[in-house]
């Protein structure tokens, strides 16, 4: 029987509901014969209250500090997910993990960057079906607001308010892109070199510049516009990529499936421009689909 991945949620407003969900969560890690050590990735102050707590036990459970995960985009943090369960888990992707996102720093600091971890959270069911894995995530209720909490609820399963991943994906990109502005710049040429000279007038640095520009074309590449138009605008690392596809994409996971080599290298599409951006916003519609690219 194919596993299922377990994807549970925690919401607490003091350091002794945070224990109350985390403290059985290890030790249902630590009983479980043949497991390998479970994983505490939250912030430092939940990492000494968990020291505290477990005294010996604490050795035997993986602690790591929640910026050193949380590093990036939400696409990043799928990576580094992927990688750790490659690495570590036990057969099938046996392992729990304890998450505690960032919400008190970049991500939920705005709502275009709560929207990404919302789809994170969401399509995360779907990434992670097929492993054994076990996550608890934790969301604190003095830095994640009550809005956050709602909407993250529903990417849960057993909260009684799951949405399916879809679904909710499909929501949150029913919302429509701001228009490009007035004097955003037309591209004719979509080669990396192209685009990389046009990136530095704007003030992105040589090495940025090349990252964006190569993520500009592996995302035209893999929605078909090898050729043609786009638009660009924005100054420094706000630089911003504006495609247009005659074709959809139609898949809510494009760009977010680890390829079977993780190594971010050219040739991987949607996921090198996803790993490379903070953003990559997908808009189907009737004629095709508009492919936007933020930098950071």
Same mark, same amino acid.
């Given at each position: ?30 009983? @479980? ?41 939400? @696409?990043?943090?799928? *990576?580094? &997910? ?9 057969? &099938? ?13 970049? *991500? ?23 492993? *054994? ?26 909260? &009684? ?47 940025? @510049? ?19 138009? *786009? ?66």
């Amino acid at each position: 029987m194919t596993a299922a991945f377990d994807h549970r949620m925690a919401s607490y407003g003091t350091d002794g509901a945070f224990l109350t969900a985390a403290v059985p969560f290890l030790a249902e890690a630590l009983d @479980a014969p043949e497991e390998p050590r479970p994983v505490a990735i939250a912030s430092p102050r939940n990492l000494a209250l968990l020291r505290d707590t477990l005294g010996t036990d604490a050795e035997r459970v993986t602690l790591i500090d929640h910026t050193e995960w949380y590093t990036g985009s939400a @696409a990043n943090a799928v *990576a580094q &997910g992927a990688g750790y369960l490659a690495a570590h888990a036990g057969p &099938g992707g046996r392992i729990h993990l304890l998450m505690e996102p960032v919400w008190n720093g970049r *991500a939920g600091s705005s709502p275009r960057e709560t929207t990404e971890w919302i789809r994170y959270e969401a399509l995360a069911n779907l990434l992670f079906a097929p492993l *054994a894995a076990t996550a608890l995530c934790a969301y604190d209720l003095r830095t994640a607001g009550p809005a956050i909490i709602d909407a993250v609820r529903r990417a849960h399963p057993g909260t &009684g308010v799951y949405e399916d991943p879809v679904r909710l994906a499909a929501e949150l990109d029913a919302v429509p892109l701001a228009p490009p502005p007035p004097d955003a710049e037309l591209l004719t040429d979509l080669s990396a070199d192209a685009v990389g000279r046009r990136a530095r007038a704007r003030g992105l640095a040589a090495a940025d @510049a090349e990252l964006f520009a190569t993520a500009v074309a592996e995302a035209a590449q893999a929605v078909g516009q090898r050729s043609g138009t *786009a638009l660009l605008w924005g100054r420094d690392t706000h630089c911003v990529c504006e495609l247009r596809s005659q074709r959809r994409v139609g898949d809510p996971l494009a760009g977010f499936v680890p390829p079977d080599a993780t190594d971010l290298e050219p040739g991987q599409g949607l996921w090198y421009a996803r790993q490379v951006c903070a953003y990559v916003d997908v808009r189907d519609d009737r004629d095709g689909a508009t492919v936007r690219l933020r930098y950071a």
